[in-house]
């Protein structure tokens, strides 16, 4: 509680103001989205033709990934010339106008709501098809406000780094919260009116979000405090007026960003374990959530909708591990044993295919819904909490490095890189295991087999590849590594002195002056009698 109450008082009363405001937005933002994302995945698992569900569901989700990052492109000169939280409100209510649009597809060609006892809905008339450009478009929109969310925070702290760190742990509880329920509600709406109109809440939840957004009072960022990274998108230098050349620009700096990105990765110990730890970690939780979870609810349940509570489960593994990386920041100062965690946790998937025979000879009943649901819980745990300590680590080694890149942060290039590996690797392999999913189906009129194959044996190899990588760092072969060689950042190395914390500003105060300045001593004479070996 004191630690609560000491984060709570460093913000003045502005900045509480503001931040309370973008947290009641983003849990607005965050219910839209679990409404559509479970109604538009639900869907489109019931429309596409049975000999190509998955196949063309995978490739769908990769679009709208792609998209997203058009979105990032085109956002970036709009920040130049607007307010940071109008041009997140505008992109928002972009993203609920393409969703508004789908429903009002629906509703012209002869859909409507779930009717009848069973209450399975009657869709429209629109080819299915129409799916993909509509999700890509959305995926626009989600792109923009995706990028905003990283910029907005300073525009709230003023860039002091560490309110910035209090401001993202609460933020990123908090928005789990609301993406927990959210999927459970979603569930329950696809239920009650059918997955064509279980999202109609969403323009109305990102309609408050974009209104609630805009009350947002910016404070001025101090200049020694700026973030490289957002820099590179806030402040990079107008080449033109046009805004289709400043656009060409954007994607100039992005695509070099990338290549930047994996220069840096590939040519640095201390950085190339990142690819597996990031963007294959986050590639396996995307297709746990994305592929696997509506595979088993529409092949094994036989009722699509049932993907949600599997998803919710997941959502709520998600705020644990989050939760505890806030909790444990001091007893687990490095991510490795949290990655660690996470690999062997990925072993879990291997009770799918036996939870699929049981259901089916149980008659596909909902509580068949929980069991992975609370199987996917501990798999998402692992993941969120690797994830939220691993982006620590990156933003900490890179916020303060150096390129001869103008235009470019380290930190934005590695970001570029990692993220854009995942988007590869989720909208290829997708795609790709959708269709050995489809083709198990066609054959055996289940998918037990593909279960073992696209789950259990992919996430055991990628656990081998995860742990092994673990051990790449100088300095990670302890079980819970201390923040030495390798895994040192600049924050350690500058604000701790083995307990003696420094506090805002760089300033020692009361006995930790004291002990820190016994500890450099003793640290000299360490160094010296080394020397003298």
């Not at 490289?228 to 998108?233: N, R």
């Not at 501990?378 to 691993?390: E, H, K, Q, T, Y």
């Amino acid at each position: 509680m004191a630690y609560i109450a000491d984060a709570y008082r460093s913000f003045t009363p502005e900045q509480r103001r503001n931040i309370a405001i973008y947290i009641l937005g983003i849990m607005f933002y965050k219910l839209g989205l679990e409404f559509f994302n479970g109604s538009i995945s639900s869907m489109a698992s019931d429309r596409f033709k049975a000999a190509n569900t998955f196949t063309k569901l995978g490739a769908a989700q990769g679009i709208n990934q792609a998209a997203q990052c058009v979105g990032a492109i085109l956002i970036a000169p709009l920040v130049q010339r607007f307010a940071t939280r109008s041009v997140l409100s505008s992109a928002i209510v972009l993203f609920g106008i393409m969703t508004t649009i789908l429903l009002i597809t629906d509703a012209a060609t002869g859909g409507h709501v779930g009717l009848g006892a069973d209450k399975k809905p009657r869709y429209g008339n629109w080819n299915p098809n129409a799916i993909f450009p509509i999700w890509a478009i959305a995926g626009i929109g989600y792109g923009m406000v995706e990028l905003i969310r990283r910029v907005i925070p300073a525009d709230i702290c003023g860039g002091d780094v560490m309110r910035l760190r209090r401001m993202d742990a609460t933020v990123h509880i908090l928005y789990e919260v609301a993406g927990t329920a959210g999927a459970f509600a979603s569930s329950s709406a696809i239920s009650r009116f059918g997955n064509n109109y279980s999202y109609f809440l969403t323009p109305v939840f990102f309609a408050f979000a974009a209104v609630i957004w805009s009350l947002i009072r910016p404070t001025p960022k101090a200049p020694h405090h700026k973030d490289a990274a957002l820099s590179a998108v806030e402040d990079a230098p107008a080449h033109s007026t046009n805004y289709f050349k400043e656009i060409a620009w954007g994607a100039y700096l992005f695509f070099k960003s990338i290549y930047v990105g994996a220069i840096l990765i590939f040519t640095h110990r201390r950085f190339v374990w990142l690819f597996t730890s990031y963007s294959l970690a986050l590639y396996l939780h995307r297709f746990l959530e994305n592929s696997l979870a509506p595979a088993f609810a529409k092949r094994v349940l036989n009722n699509s909708a049932w993907s949600q509570i599997i998803v919710g489960g997941s959502n709520f593994g998600e705020l644990c591990g989050a939760l505890s990386v806030f909790m444990l920041a001091n007893a687990v100062p490095t991510p490795i044993p949290w990655l660690r965690l996470d690999a062997l946790l990925l072993n879990l998937v291997w009770v799918l295919p036996k939870y699929s025979q049981l259901a089916t000879a149980a008659g596909g009943h909902v509580k068949w819904a929980w069991f992975p649901a609370l199987t996917f819980l501990p798999i998402s745990f692992g993941w969120a909490a690797g994830d939220v300590s691993l982006a620590a680590y990156i933003q900490s080694t890179l916020n303060n490095m150096e390129i001869n890149e103008p235009g470019i942060s380290p930190l934005g290039a590695v970001m570029s890189f990692l993220y854009s590996s995942y988007i590869v690797l989720n909208a290829i392999l997708s795609a790709v295991l959708g269709t050995v999913i489809d083709k198990d189906f066609a054959k055996n009129k289940n998918i037990h087999s593909s279960l073992i194959r696209v789950g259990g044996i992919q996430f055991s190899v990628c656990c081998g590849i995860i742990i092994l990588s673990t051990f790449i760092p100088r300095g990670a072969f302890a079980i819970n590594p201390k923040p030495t060689g390798d895994l040192l950042t600049p924050a350690d190395d500058e604000h701790v002195y083995d307990g003696a914390v420094l506090h805002q500003g760089g300033e020692l105060h009361g006995d930790d002056s004291e002990k820190a300045s016994d500890i450099e001593i003793e640290k000299e004479k360490q160094k010296a009698a080394a020397h003298a070996a």
